[in-house]
């Protein structure tokens, strides 16, 4: 009896500590893409993540290649405890002319880089600008 007792317990243990992970993750909300011509871009990204501080907190975002090469990075300095969710932006992201689709990944100081990436495709731009809305 002990010893399902202690399966069970360990069992559930794990269960939560898997979903705490996974729930814990940043979130990319929305984007939008602006263009400032000569296939240099800004970038707004909104991100949500439950940050509770200094040890753990939403840290980065960049815009990668379908090869996985960073055309952007945006470092986040400070936790955003009681803004969320919250947008920062990248100026003068310079994306090849022959690269449309891009993903953006969203990092924080405990999970790392998020499983979720959100995927852009420039061919949808209008008018040099592009919003794209994720979860």
Not at 38 to 66: E, F, P, Q
Not at 83 to 108: C, M, N, W
């Amino acid at each position: 009896m002990k010893n399902k007792m202690d399966t069970l317990a360990f069992s559930l243990m794990c269960l939560v500590v898997i979903n705490q992970a996974i729930a814990d993750e940043v979130k990319i909300l929305a984007a939008e893409f602006n263009s400032n011509g000569n296939n240099h871009w800004s970038v707004n990204v909104t991100l949500k993540h439950a940050d509770t501080g200094w040890a753990h907190y939403a840290d980065n975002w960049r815009i990668i290649d379908d090869k996985g090469n960073v055309l952007g990075d945006r470092v986040l300095y400070h936790p955003h405890v009681d803004e969320q969710p919250f947008t920062r932006g990248l100026s003068d992201v310079k994306i090849p002319e022959a690269v449309t689709i891009l993903y953006i990944e969203a990092h924080d100081k405990v999970h790392g880089w998020a499983s979720g990436q959100m995927k852009v495709d420039l061919k949808k731009a209008i008018d040099g600008r592009l919003k794209i809305e994720g979860e």
